[in-house]
């Protein structure tokens, strides 16, 4: 049975990048899991032919609705 903590994780997929290859970048984040108070920023590179791809991320306390981040 999980625990509380893990009742509440949810997966969230990265956006797509902005080309198909069959071998993406080794940094490229496809999800990251989550606690239901969380949400997450994501963190993009472009390489120099200008492709864009999801390469990190940063999560962050969700805030509740109507208030502001302090």
Do not use: C, H
């Amino acid at each position: 049975m999980p625990t509380s903590s893990q009742q509440f994780k949810r997966t969230v997929a990265a956006p797509a990048p902005s080309f198909a290859s069959a071998m993406p970048p080794a940094n490229r984040v496809f999800s990251v899991d989550l606690q239901a108070d969380e949400d997450v920023e994501w963190i993009t590179t472009s390489t120099a032919d200008g492709m864009t791809y999801v390469s990190g991320y940063t999560i962050t306390k969700r805030q509740p609705p109507g208030e502001t981040p302090a």
